[in-house]
């Protein structure tokens, strides 16, 4: 996350510059309910306004969908430098988070995961050593879901994900950028436990294709 605050900033500071005192005004009374009480009147400028919203966790170095909001009824031609700078964090937190170039939008959406963790069956437990989920973990959910193997590997990819989720929380990019990263660690997990049947059906051979041409570079330099 580290990386992306010098873009984020400027970015803001772009914005607050770019603003007349009357279109200050008009995004502060639109983010009134935001900010906390008492501090408004400190905000003078749309430098300290924004720092407010972002100290309050409203708007991120990964997330400026609230500033997007804001801006499009007051300024909407400052949209364009909010939109450019998604873009570049999306190309660079893809690089960061080792996803293939080209295959950023490829997500692991919780309908995946259900559908994946379905057809798991009995190999579910080797999956989850292949993405390192503790063997206490393994054990306390083929406990508490004994009667169902479809429910055994669902609980354990969702758990694997939300610890994968954790990990990446540092990382730049937000949501889609980590469900692209998850996406593309489940096709290698899934071929080292050897349930590429299930890693084709569910990804294609994209990722696989992507990890072999890159490895390939690495070896020829």
Do not use: H
Not at 27 to 52: N, Y
């Amino acid at each position: 996350m580290a990386l992306m605050k010098i873009p984020f900033r400027k970015l803001l500071l772009t914005i607050s510059k770019d603003l007349r005192d009357e279109e200050f005004q008009e995004l502060k009374l639109l983010c009134r309910d935001l900010i906390p009480p008492g501090k408004a009147e400190g905000m003078t400028t749309g430098q300290l306004l924004f720092t407010g919203l972002e100290e309050a966790g409203i708007i991120t170095a990964g997330d400026v969908t609230l500033l997007k909001e804001v801006l499009e009824p007051v300024r909407p031609d400052l949209l364009s430098k909010v939109e450019e700078y998604e873009r570049r964090i999306a190309g660079t937190a893809a690089v960061v988070q080792n996803i293939p170039t080209g295959l950023e939008g490829k997500l692991l959406t919780d309908e995946l995961i259900n559908k994946i963790g379905c057809n798991l069956a009995r190999d579910w437990r080797s999956l989850g050593r292949c993405l390192k989920v503790k063997n206490d973990d393994i054990l306390k959910i083929a406990s508490d879901y004994r009667d169902s193997l479809e429910e055994q590997g669902v609980q354990m990819l969702f758990m694997w994900f939300k610890d994968y989720g954790a990990a990446k929380s540092n990382d730049m990019g937000g949501d889609k950028v980590m469900r692209a990263s998850a996406a593309n660690a489940l096709d290698e997990a899934l071929r080292k436990a050897r349930l590429s049947s299930i890693a084709d059906k569910n990804f294609g051979r994209d990722f696989l294709l992507a990890r072999e041409k890159a490895r390939a570079n690495i070896g020829n330099q």
